[in-house]
């Protein structure tokens, strides 16, 4: 049985197989819950599993005093954010980042946007195997069938615009890319209706590739670890020839943890 939860970036597993199946997500829901209690921001990324996931947290949260405010798909970075601007007692992001859609992960963070310690992670854990363990035996070895699930990258909450406005917040007044042409590839997650408007707000003229996210196409021969169709759409490009190849995390590094990569054009 695994003994711990908890990996360098959250807890993460083939979404269905234990600790991301369905009774473990909805133990770690109350276990994060009772721990941090209060005001909570969860968000999701765009992978089928996603929603699955989120209902099962929150059935956990709810069996705790603590309350939650769903921050639909958004960026890993947003959570963060928000928790400390917007003084949420703590945050919690579904991800896998760069894996694969079958992959997916539950990150933690605490009231100032980082990471919780270890400390706190290991009072999570505990309490988790504590709730498993009071409810039928063979948790660790249940398979789920991850639900079908519409996934787009549309987000109608108020939080993409809060996000955005505090983005931008850092760069000084006026079109502070105008004149750059960026091929941005979204990877067909989260980012893909946020990075753009960010950078047409910045003044940039665009090409973007990758931003129609299904569930299952998220990480699919494109972003973080697949450059290879960001460097051919440069490149078929006759008039604009590439500059420089930066891998922005924003600040730039606002855009830190997400496999997004901007390819910086500007006219011969």
Not at 81 to 87: A, E, F, G, P, Y
Not at 148 to 159: D, G, I, L, M, P
Not at 231 to 239: A, E, F, K, M, S
Request: glycine residues 10%; neutral net charge.
């Amino acid at each position: 049985m695994k003994s711990k939860l908890f990996g360098t970036d959250g807890i993460r597993s083939r979404a269905g197989d234990f600790p991301l199946n369905a009774c473990a997500v909805r133990a770690i829901g109350q276990a994060i819950g009772e721990k941090l209690g209060g005001r909570l921001l969860v968000g999701y990324d765009t992978r089928v599993s996603s929603p699955w996931i989120l209902g099962l947290l929150m059935e956990g949260i709810r069996r705790t005093p603590a309350v939650f405010d769903d921050a639909g798909i958004i960026p890993t970075p947003a959570i963060a954010l928000l928790v400390k601007s917007d003084s949420y007692s703590g945050g919690i992001m579904i991800s896998a980042s760069h894996n694969p859609f079958e992959d997916n992960g539950i990150k933690v963070f605490s009231a100032d946007g980082t990471k919780l310690s270890d400390a706190a992670e290991l009072e999570i854990e505990q309490r988790v195997f504590q709730l498993l363990s009071a409810g039928p035996s063979g948790y660790d070895n249940h398979h789920d069938e991850v639900p079908e699930a519409r996934v787009a990258a549309a987000n109608s909450t108020k939080f993409p615009e809060q996000y955005l406005e505090k983005l931008k917040s850092h760069f000084n007044p006026g079109p502070w890319l105008h004149g750059s042409h960026i091929v941005l590839d979204c990877a067909n997650g989260a980012m893909s209706s946020v990075a753009p408007v960010l950078l047409e707000r910045l003044g940039a003229s665009l090409t973007i590739i990758h931003a129609n996210p299904s569930g299952k196409n998220i990480n699919a021969g494109c972003g973080a670890v697949h450059l290879e169709s960001l460097i051919d759409t440069v490149n078929v490009r006759p008039v604009i020839s590439a500059s420089r190849l930066m891998a922005m995390a924003t600040g730039l590094c606002l855009y830190r943890a997400v496999a997004v990569r901007l390819m910086e054009t500007r006219c011969c």
